[in-house]
């Protein structure tokens, strides 16, 4: 996959249990098991590619939420791909952020 904007860099944390079946912003319910994140402005349905930057570990998502909006966070990530980019231990971690896959606006 080609990048399609700029890399983002900041912080990644992850859905925690009680968002397990909660609309998201595109309407449709969040499932832990999912390759959803949430990001604040990149249009939902974008296809992103994720960089754990502490251990080079990478995954594909998609947007499809909102968030987070906790100062200093750029995405939050589901349950599934924390676990591939091995932070379910941290939490928290720094990210690099690059778009492959821009979604149109409806």
Known sequence: ????GRPQLGKASYYGPEFTGRTMA???R????STSVAHRTLPLGTKVLVRNLDNGRVTTATVEDRGPFIQGRIIDVSPRLAERLGMLRVGVVPVEVLPVEVAEAP
């Open 1 to 4: 996959m080609r990048p399609v």
């Open 26 to 28: 595109n309407g449709r």
């Open 30 to 33: 969040f499932d832990p098991g």
